[in-house]
C-alpha cells in the first residue's frame, strides 16, 4: 500500500492568486495522478504527472492553468493558478505502485476561492 | 474509454446485503473492473477488482458477467459506516476516469 500526505489540507483564497498543492508518498510510486472534484460532483481527472518530463493533461486542462512538477518518484506539485470561484473544489492525488493493480488516494486539499 | 453507468442512488437495510450493479458494455478484453467508495469528504478507497472471474475479499464480493458486459458489487452485511459513493470503473492505461457512481444510503 502507500500512504500518502497533501499540503496544505485547505485554504482560502482570493482570485486572480495561485496556490500550489504538495503531494508526499511514502513509497516510490510508478504513476502519480492529479483529480479535482468540485462540489457535489464526481472525479475528473486532471492530469499524470510524469518524473522528470511535462505532465500529460486530460480535455479541458491545461499547462498554463494546472502547472504541475515531478522532480522524483514520491512526490509532486499542483499548482492552481489565477484563480477564480469557478476553481473551488478538492484537489487530489492519486498514485499506482509498480506491479500494483490497486491506484491509492491522497485526503485532498479543500480550496475555496473568493 | 469505457464508460459505466450506474444508478444514482439505493437505499438497503442494516444488516442485508447490499447489491450495486454497473454496466460497462463497451469493456475490452483487457480492462478490468474496478469498485472504490467514497465517503464524504475522504479520498476514494478501494473495494475490490476483477477482470472475468467473480473475487471476493473481506470487503465485498464482484459478480462479473459472462459477456462482462456488467457486474455487481455486493456488500453482504451492509453496516451505517457502508454509507457512502460507490464508484464503478474500468480501468485504462493511465488514471481512473470516474463516473458518476451511486449513492449507498444503509438505513438502521
Known amino acids: 500500500s502507500a500512504v500518502i500526505s497533501q499540503k496544505p489540507s485547505r485554504d482560502i483564497c482570493q482570485r486572480g492568486t495561485s496556490l500550489t498543492i504538495q503531494c508526499q508518498v511514502d513509497s516510490q510510486v510508478t504513476m502519480m495522478f492529479w483529480y479535482r472534484q468540485q462540489p457535489g460532483q464526481s472525479l475528473t481527472l486532471i492530469a499524470t504527472a510524469n518524473q522528470g518530463s511535462e505532465a500529460t493533461y486530460e480535455s479541458g486542462f491545461v499547462i498554463d492553468k494546472f502547472p504541475i512538477s515531478r522532480p522524483n518518484l514520491t512526490f509532486s506539485t499542483l499548482t492552481v493558478s489565477n484563480m477564480s470561484p469557478e476553481d473551488s473544489s478538492i484537489y487530489l492525488c492519486?498514485?499506482?505502485?509498480?506491479?500494483?493493480?490497486?491506484?491509492?488516494f491522497g485526503p485532498g486539499t479543500r480550496l475555496t476561492v473568493t | 474509454d469505457a464508460k459505466t453507468t450506474q444508478p444514482p442512488s439505493m437505499d438497503c437495510a442494516e444488516g442485508r446485503a447490499a447489491n450495486l450493479p454497473c454496466n460497462h458494455s463497451t469493456i475490452s478484453g483487457n480492462e478490468y473492473v474496478y469498485w472504490y467508495r467514497q465517503i464524504h469528504s475522504q479520498g476514494p478507497q478501494y473495494i475490490i477488482h476483477?477482470?472475468?472471474n467473480n473475487e471476493t475479499n473481506e470487503m465485498a464480493s464482484l459478480i462479473i458477467t459472462e459477456d462482462r458486459k456488467s457486474s455487481t458489487l455486493i456488500l453482504p452485511h451492509a453496516t451505517l459506516r457502508d454509507t457512502a459513493v460507490y464508484y464503478c470503473?474500468?480501468?485504462?492505461?493511465?488514471?481512473?476516469?470516474f463516473g458518476t457512481g451511486t449513492s449507498l444510503t444503509v438505513i438502521p
Open positions: 476483477g477482470l472475468k
Open positions: 470503473i474500468v480501468r485504462v492505461p493511465g488514471g481512473f476516469y
Open positions: 492519486s498514485v499506482r505502485l509498480a506491479g500494483n493493480y490497486e491506484q491509492y
